[in-house]
């Protein structure tokens, strides 16, 4: 029951407003500020990491069998609108977390170490 439990806990830290409800939570109930931010980043980013390597397991499993349908609706298209750059296709993970690119995925993983320090 209380791993079933974590895993909720753990699907819902991935939505900003439940994370920062539960930072305040956590300072209302006496704990450091400092502690409570390093906490709830440090959940979000187990949790943001455990989704994104799901979703890519997902897709290389995809991959392997070949199933391009399915493949197809993982991805998503990016038109380059400034004549700068080029139109392209992304590996999507807004299905799995609030984040679309695997760019966005590195920065928040990122942005997670940073406050913990």
């Given at each position: ?34 502690d409570a ?38 991805i998503s ?41």
């Amino acid at each position: 029951m209380f791993h079933y439990q974590m895993k909720i806990d753990m699907e819902k830290i991935l939505d900003s407003t439940f994370r920062e409800e539960l930072r305040a939570i956590l300072e209302e109930a006496g704990v450091k500020k400092k502690d409570a931010r390093n906490l709830v980043a440090n959940r979000y980013k187990t949790a943001l990491k455990s989704s994104v390597v799901s979703h890519l397991k997902k897709v290389i499993d995809l991959i392997e069998r070949e199933c391009i349908v399915d493949l197809r609706n993982l991805i998503s298209f990016s038109p380059s609108g400034d004549c700068m750059g080029c139109d392209n296709n992304y590996l999507d993970f807004s299905s799995v977390c609030s984040l679309q690119d695997i760019g966005d995925v590195v920065d928040e993983i990122d942005r997670c170490n940073q406050i913990m320090k």
